[in-house]
């Protein structure tokens, strides 16, 4: 078993930058497929990238392509989402994911969220 907890939120103009953070602890976090969700007031959580066990293979949403980045360093459990061009629909609660499997599907844990607010 695995606990994330996430850290970097916070409130930004629009077009600013966030780096969000995600610290596993319990069993090595290189042992999971790694990602983020996120959910807006009144919308359902949303998919928003994922990297692999290794960090050679990343996930994204066709929204956030080309302004956000996700990576990991595996010696620190730690797992970073750069949000940069950051817009006002991208204010939601991020979440960090772990799934079990290398293909991510299943996202078998999940952290308590951080809250990131944009303004225009």
């Known amino acids: 078993q695995v606990q994330l907890v996430e850290s970097g939120g916070g409130s930004v103009q629009a077009g600013g930058s966030l780096r969000l953070s995600c610290a596993a602890s319990?069993?090595?976090?290189?042992?999971?497929?790694m990602g983020w969700f996120r959910q807006a007031p009144g919308k359902e959580r949303e998919f928003v990238a994922a990297?692999?066990?290794?960090?050679?293979?990343?996930w994204y949403t066709d929204s956030v392509k080309g302004r956000f980045t996700i990576s990991r360093d595996n010696p620190k459990n730690t797992v970073y989402l750069q949000m940069n061009s950051l817009r006002p629909d991208d204010t939601s609660l991020y979440y960090c994911?772990?799934?079990?499997?290398?293909?991510?599907?299943?996202?078998?844990?999940w952290g308590q969220g951080t809250q990131v607010t944009v303004s225009s």
């Open positions: 990297i692999s066990r290794s960090g050679d293979t990343t």
């Open positions: 994911v772990a799934d079990r499997a290398p293909v991510p599907g299943t996202w078998d844990y």
């Open positions: 319990g069993r090595t976090s290189s042992r999971y497929t």
